[in-house]
């Protein structure tokens, strides 16, 4: 084990990015720690994405972002953050997983898949990309069914159902349809709601409008198929040809990780975590929250734009209680 860290930052992306510049700007001895690649979950989105905020909003660590577009487009985004990463020479050890993190004393040891810690304080910053909001029906463990969209090229040709109503799905529903794929929505909803991108809302709304994508409003999925799937509908039960569904549901913070660590989750329907909003700290001492996994199942709640404050806060509060702990032996 090496010698006591400050703080251990749990995930690589623009928060624990944040969090990390905070920590370097103050002269704490700290580390971040990612189970996946930098910035993980905007490697995983789909190719062609192209964010809501405009660049200066996703900024951090007063690194310049400059695109060729208004909104800036995930492969700008990688770009940017790898310059972050470089620019503040952060310290951050990849595709390493938490496995434990219990206390020894007033410090914290966490147990990784490669090797073990000691920390005085620990920032939880993992996102929520990791784990898909299931839809707990008859044949969705299927290889046709993905909770992650890449590109539209593999379903070219083909009869795909897109689930959901939110940017994603709108996303994934405009580019298959244009790259040739045979699109049905279904969708929970009455309509689309207001909080679909602007230049996407009219584009999603004609095509269904004009009929180049069916959609399926104020209905669930109930059953999918090898070749088809079961959609409940205002008008009944309807089954439909399919090749491919895109559940587009959502994903979920990682409450497994919380919860182990003695972090309470709140009773209420969106499952917020307990935390100190002033300090970010939970109600472990020493540990605290950043970024969109503050707002629990409310996985809009919390951006990059509007959490980037929460490093300057939390790395503010482990300053005022440096010092006052010592190894227990």
């Not at 700290?30 to 809501?52: A, D, Q, R």
């Not at 007063?62 to 700008?76: A, Y």
């Not at 005085?120 to 046709?144: Q, V």
Request: net charge neutral; hydrophobic share 40%.
């Amino acid at each position: 084990m090496e010698d006591t860290l400050d703080v251990i930052i749990i995930g690589a992306g623009p928060i624990g990015m944040a969090c990390g510049i905070e920590a370097t700007k103050s002269g704490l001895s700290y580390l971040i720690i990612e189970k996946g690649c930098l910035v993980n979950s905007i490697y995983h989105y789909p190719l062609n994405m192209t964010f809501f905020s405009t660049s200066e909003r996703l900024e951090i660590g007063e690194v310049p972002f400059i695109c060729n577009n208004p909104k800036p487009n995930r492969t700008e985004a990688l770009e940017y953050y790898r310059r972050v990463a470089i620019s503040w020479q952060l310290k951050i050890n990849l595709y390493e997983k938490v496995k434990a993190v219990e206390q020894y004393g007033n410090f914290y040891k966490l147990k990784t898949s490669k090797k073990e810690y000691l920390t005085r304080s620990i920032i939880i910053a993992t996102g929520f990309y990791d784990i898909p909001n299931l839809l707990g029906i008859e044949g969705e463990e299927l290889p046709k069914v993905l909770h992650y969209y890449r590109e539209a090229h593999p379903f070219w040709g083909q009869k795909i159902a897109v689930i959901g109503a939110a940017n994603s799905a709108v996303d994934v529903a405009l580019e298959t349809f244009r790259k040739g794929a045979e699109v049905t929505m279904v969708i929970r909803q009455a309509s689309f709601g207001d909080n679909i991108k602007y230049w996407a809302k009219p584009d999603i709304e004609n095509r269904v409008k004009e009929g180049s994508i069916k959609a399926y409003f104020n209905s669930s999925l109930l059953r999918i198929g090898e070749k088809d799937i079961d959609i409940l509908t205002p008008k009944g039960l309807v089954t439909v040809p399919n090749d491919f569904v895109l559940s587009m549901t959502g994903y979920l913070p990682n409450f497994t990780l919380l919860e182990k660590m003695g972090i309470s989750v709140g009773d209420d329907e969106m499952k917020t975590p307990v935390y100190n909003p002033e300090t970010m700290e939970t109600n472990m001492s020493g540990v605290y929250l950043a970024g969109v996994i503050c707002g629990g199942l409310k996985t809009n709640k919390w951006f990059i734009e509007n959490s980037r404050v929460h490093a300057e806060v939390i790395i503010r509060d482990i300053l005022t209680k440096r010092g006052e702990a010592t190894i227990s032996s």
